[in-house]
């Protein structure tokens, strides 16, 4: 039996718990941005805005503005993978459908975690990343979270 529950043991990696959520921003200090835009009043721009007025290192990674040399301050990256030094956490804003050819690029650069946020559910990239040993939040705000979390 025991044989039989290893191979879920990736399911550990994905994360719903309020607890556990918690635990994982508190461990967090450079969040990678992917699919970051530049306008203020969305929610790609206003989230990872609010993430560094809390403390942390926002790193960006747009895939649209192919032109930007920097962004919230900080030098633009095109792949994760390319960002020098630890990522604790990729906090994506792409659609669903849009996430699986950054798996590959995510996992090479091996976050901590990789957050979806609110609205964003890609149940096959989530178990791709798990398996990795990356932990996984779907469909969560990022800012309302840090806000519970007093940040």
């Not at 792409?94 to 996992?107: A, F, L, N």
């Amino acid at each position: 039996m025991a044989a039989e529950n290893s191979g879920d043991s990736w399911r550990g990696h994905l994360l719903e718990k309020p607890e556990q959520i918690r635990k994982m921003l508190e461990g967090t200090r450079r969040i990678a941005v992917l699919g970051i835009k530049d306008k203020q009043e969305q929610p790609a721009y206003f989230v990872p805005a609010y993430a560094q007025g809390a403390g942390y290192e926002v790193i960006p990674v747009p895939v649209y503005h192919k032109e930007a040399t920097e962004m919230l301050g900080q030098k633009v990256y095109r792949t994760v993978a390319e960002i020098p030094g630890d990522v604790d956490m990729v906090n994506v804003f792409r659609r669903p459908s849009d996430i699986p050819p950054h798996v590959d690029d995510i996992i090479a650069k091996k976050p901590k975690s990789v957050w979806f946020q609110m609205g964003i559910r890609n149940d096959e990239a989530a178990e791709k990343l798990a398996r990795a040993g990356i932990d996984v939040v779907q469909d969560h705000c990022l800012m309302v979270e840090l806000k519970k979390i007093g940040k």
